[in-house]
């Protein structure tokens, strides 16, 4: 089962509280959902959600957390703008639903979104050394190692690598 099966939406403060969830089965250390609040209402920023039917998914019932609108939110991926860059802030996708293409279409939204703003040149993000599946999603989908900070993550002392993604030229 790939992603052809899930949709994406642009995501409003109503969703503050599901991606509160989603963010804390994927990160160590994260945000408040009053920090998801304030991004969702922000002009500079954009969140999509990931999200299929209740009845097209086995034991929608175990997913109630996740459940609004009559959908069940499976990820979500932001970005913020910046004059000629802007930047990958998050993106995570629920456990049961991952490596099912939700992250790729998630980025994949994210970039043509951010390709429809003729004035934006790069897309640039940072993510741990040691998170080999976000890096391999975003080599995937064509963004390039560029720099290194070290130690950067103060949770783990894991070292950022910082890609890129060339867009608009
Ligand atoms: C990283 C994350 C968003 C990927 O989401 P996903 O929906 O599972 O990813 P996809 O199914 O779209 O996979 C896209 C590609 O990512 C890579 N990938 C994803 N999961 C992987 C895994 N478990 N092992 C190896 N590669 C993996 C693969 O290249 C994959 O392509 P393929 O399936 O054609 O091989 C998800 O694992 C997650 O939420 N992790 C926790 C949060 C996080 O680390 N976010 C990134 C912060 S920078």
Redesign the pocket.
């Known amino acids: 089962m790939k992603?052809v099966e899930f949709k994406t939406q642009i995501a409003n403060f109503q969703y503050s509280e599901i991606l509160k969830f989603i963010e804390s089965q994927?990160?160590p250390v994260g945000w408040k959902e009053t920090n998801f609040l304030k991004e969702l209402r922000k002009k500079n920023s954009i969140y999509f959600i990931a999200y299929d039917i209740p009845d097209k998914i086995r034991n929608f019932h175990e997913h109630k957390k996740v459940l609004l609108n009559n959908k069940i939110i499976v990820?979500y991926a932001g970005v913020w703008f910046h004059k000629e860059f802007s930047e990958i802030v998050?993106?995570?996708?629920l456990q049961n639903?991952?490596?099912?293409?939700?992250?790729?279409?998630l980025i994949n939204e994210l970039i043509d979104y951010v390709n429809s703003n003729k004035k934006v040149k790069m897309i640039n993000?940072e993510?741990?050394k040691k998170?080999?599946?976000?890096i391999?999603?975003y080599k995937?989908l064509g963004f390039k190692e560029n720099g290194y900070r070290r130690k950067y993550y103060l949770h783990d002392g894991d070292d950022a690598i910082l890609m890129s993604l060339k867009i608009n030229y």
Request: charged share 10%; net charge positive.
């Open positions: 992603s994927s990160f990820g998050s993106v995570a996708v639903f991952r490596r099912l293409g939700v992250g790729n279409l993000l993510v741990g998170n080999f599946k976000a391999s999603l995937q």
